[in-house]
């Protein structure tokens, strides 16, 4: 594991390979060399033993040539032929013996004509007689082989004047004969004679091969090692010979004049290994330094920390240090060009709601340890919806731009956040009474009072703020934000334009909201709800025209909750939709029992009249219900033009179409009621109960009743007045031409028994029944 873990460095790593490819090569170069020293020696070694083979021949036949010689002189002489022919067998012996000694040859014998040797032959005793007989003048030479022991005759023949014998020398091949060979050779050589016996050539040094090629260089084992060697036929009898000579060259001698070669290359090879060493090192240094120093600012730029490596080349290492630092400083850049938009609104460049929090809670933190105080205000733009309707949101956005830009010049040093939308938070330093945040208030609430120039247009302005105190409002940042809206909330109703500070009320009013809008989605889901029917009566004779459907909510814990409390909060969350779906089916539902020329009226809140599919609900009620649709009456306030005049009346116009009537509830208290009227022709016109409540005894209300009823009249509109409660209204009434009456003077809101009892009594006056 150690020398695992060792290699896993990148400069171990290349260190190890690159010495390991040099050593490759100076082994394989070593080796070359070595064979190329031992193939220089073979030559060497064969031209070495060829040469001394060419000079054992001219030897050897030089011995022949003087051995037959001397055997000529004796076969010659005429004493010697005449003992040989009268067979004196003492003369011969003589003769030989004195042959011996002049030749120095061990022996010397005579062949007679009937193979009887003459003279000590030895071992060769048996062979001569047929050899003598196998030889001629042109052969008198041949090597025998006898117990494993090679000798060499040379004979002579005795002529009278035919030949009756043959001299024969013998000259034992044994290793003082090779000395003497090996004395002659300018080489280091050992000469052997070898024998043939069954299994192959062998000799003195025991069996060598059975097919060791002639006159062929090659390498063969010894007990003193390895020798370059070349076997050379010896003439025999016959033509397969009985011996060889071995010419063997030691192949440490052989390899002895380059010895110096081979150690010179040791020495370098050594020292090349060393440099090898060296070199790899430094060079797998020079390669990995860099790299390792690349490794190291890379884990300090994973770490997140800012790094760059040196750029010290221009190769390919150098470019990709270079390649690094423009890496690195890239990421870092987009890191930081990231963290500042996770937490800066890529709009105005303000904080966003993280960083907001982060420091709201870093402020309150410091202020709890200084026992300083802090106001958090909290405020939005006044109709910055309808600014994004009218003229677009890239309008919108720069209105926004430059509304972050007023803020950061009015807070100074204040934290100022934008939260979302059009919501803005400012965090300033509070003072005791309350100064600092009542004047910021004050001086935002001054700015936003002027028209805003944005991109050439003169947009107005506005804005409403909350505004909340540590620690005295709240202990933590969710609660003070919380508390601000609450106040922010407050602000709105009390007019828009103002700023309010958090008091405990508020914080109560909006639990109260919240249970309100918990248990009305309870009431919807479980059917907790119910509708109020009131009558709509004639002014002369107080028959009921029609009836308007009101909602109603008994609470099984509180009772009877006030329209009043839980339909602004309906519209707030929304659920104002699903009510006025429910309320339109149901008081259809109802007004199917009634006669034919009763009518039901339906209030429609401007949310659920703005909904996608509305047109499709009532169509979906009246056709459920079974009633006709001119028996249906949708009313609506001023407020549903607020958002365009064009959409609205589009879709009243397709209610119209249906046959559905349409009427302006609470005419007159709007700012465009006679705008409206221009804009679709209504069916009714209903006057608002203020108008009617002191029309007795105002003039000035009763002249108002007196121009829209005469308003109405011109434009052939039906009139409805509310809140009729005593014989003095319904007279004024009366007398000034209204159309319908509804109050308390004739009905209370009543269930729907009720209202098909009260229809039962068609016949008599309603006000004479209430009477």
Not at 548 to 553: D, F, G, K, T
């Amino acid at each position: 594991m150690m020398g695992r873990s060792r290699f896993r460095s990148l400069r171990a790593r290349l260190t190890v390979l690159y010495a390991g490819l040099f050593t490759a090569g100076l082994v394989a170069l070593t080796i070359f060399a070595q064979v190329m020293i031992e193939r220089s020696a073979r030559r060497t070694a064969a031209d070495e033993l060829a040469a001394s083979g060419s000079v054992y021949d001219r030897l050897w036949q030089e011995r022949a040539r003087s051995l037959a010689g001397a055997a000529d002189v004796v076969a010659r002489d005429f004493g010697f032929r005449s003992a040989v022919a009268s067979g004196d067998e003492a003369t011969i012996v003589s003769a030989l013996a004195s042959l011996s000694a002049r030749a120095d040859v061990p022996q010397a014998v005579l062949i007679d004509q009937g193979g009887q040797v003459i003279g000590d032959a030895g071992a060769a005793q048996g062979r001569l007689a047929a050899l003598s007989a196998a030889m001629s003048d042109a052969r008198r030479d041949a090597v025998i082989a006898i117990g494993g022991k090679a000798s060499r005759i040379v004979t002579a023949p005795v002529m009278a004047p035919i030949e009756i014998g043959r001299i024969a020398l013998i000259v034992p091949l044994d290793a003082q004969e090779m000395r003497g060979l090996e004395r002659l050779s300018s080489i280091p050589l050992r000469a052997s004679v070898l024998t043939r016996d069954a299994d192959g050539w062998g000799g003195g040094d025991g069996h060598v091969a059975a097919t060791l090629p002639v006159d062929t260089v090659v390498t063969l084992p010894g007990a003193s090692g390895q020798s370059f060697a070349m076997l050379k036929l010896l003439p025999g009898v016959a033509s397969r010979p009985d011996a060889a000579l071995l010419l063997a060259y030691p192949m440490d001698r052989a390899m002895a004049p380059y010895r110096s070669i081979q150690f010179g290359l040791v020495l370098a090879g050594l020292a090349w290994l060393v440099l090898i060493g060296i070199g790899s090192g430094r060079l797998a240094r020079g390669i990995a330094r860099p790299i390792a120093a690349l490794d190291h600012a890379a884990r300090r730029l994973a770490a997140g920390e800012r790094t760059e490596v040196a750029v010290e080349t221009d190769d390919e290492v150098g470019r990709l240090s270079a390649t690094f630092n423009a890496m690195s400083q890239g990421i870092v850049e987009r890191e930081e060009r990231i963290t500042h938009l996770a937490f800066h609104d890529i709009l105005t460049d303000l904080p966003n709601r993280a960083f907001f929090r982060q420091s709201l809670d870093q402020e309150m933190a410091r202020a709890a340890r200084s026992g300083e105080r802090l106001a958090l205000l909290y405020l939005d733009l006044d109709g910055f919806k309808a600014v994004n309707d009218s003229l677009g949101h890239p309008a919108g956005d720069a209105l926004l731009r430059r509304v972050g830009e007023q803020l950061l010049e009015l807070s100074g040093h204040a934290v100022v956040a934008r939260l979302g939308g059009d919501e803005f938070a400012i965090v300033v330093q509070e003072s005791v009474d309350r100064s600092r945040a009542r004047r910021l208030a004050h001086d935002i609430l001054d700015s936003f009072a002027r028209p805003i120039d944005v991109e050439g247009q003169t947009i107005p302005s506005g804005t409403s703020i909350g505004i909340s105190l540590f620690p005295d409002d709240a202990a933590t940042g969710e609660a003070l934000v919380k508390n601000a809206d609450l106040a922010l909330y407050r602000a709105k109703q009390d007019g828009r334009g103002v700023y309010r500070f958090f008091e405990q009320s508020l914080d109560e009013a909006a639990r109260r909201r919240r249970q309100i809008e918990a248990d009305l989605r309870a009431a919807i889901r479980t059917g907790g709800l119910e509708l109020r029917f009131q009558p709509i009566v004639g002014t002369g004779d107080a028959v009921i025209r029609g009836f308007e459907a009101l909602l109603r909510w008994p609470h099984p814990i509180e009772g009877y909750i006030p329209p009043t409390e839980f339909i602004p909060i309906a519209e707030e969350t929304g659920l104002i939709v699903a009510l006025g779906e429910w309320v339109l089916h149901e008081a259809c539902r109802v007004a199917a029992d009634w006669p034919p020329h009763i009518r039901v009226a339906v209030n429609v809140s401007p949310l659920q009249f703005r909904a996608p599919g509305f047109q499709a609900v009532v169509l979906q009620a009246l056709a459920r219900s079974g009633i006709a649709p001119t028996r249906l009456e949708i009313e609506i306030t001023e407020s549903v033009f607020l958002d365009g005049v064009d959409a609205v009346t589009d879709i009243l116009h397709k209610l119209r179409a249906m046959g559905v009537r349409i009427a302006l509830d609470d005419f007159g208290t709007g700012y465009s009621s006679l705008s409206y009227l221009r804009s679709f022709p209504f069916d009714k016109l209903k006057i608002d109960r203020s108008f009617i409540t002191n029309i007795a005894s105002d003039e000035s209300a009763g002249a108002i009743v007196k121009a829209i009823l005469d308003l109405a009249g011109a434009l052939r509109m039906e009139t409805t007045a509310e809140g009729v409660e005593n014989i003095e209204q319904q007279s004024e009434l009366v007398s000034r031409g209204c159309d319908t009456l509804q109050g308390y003077l004739f009905s209370r809101p009543i269930d729907a028994d009720a209202a098909m009892a009260l229809l039962a009594l068609k016949d008599v006056a309603l006000e004479r029944r209430v009477a």
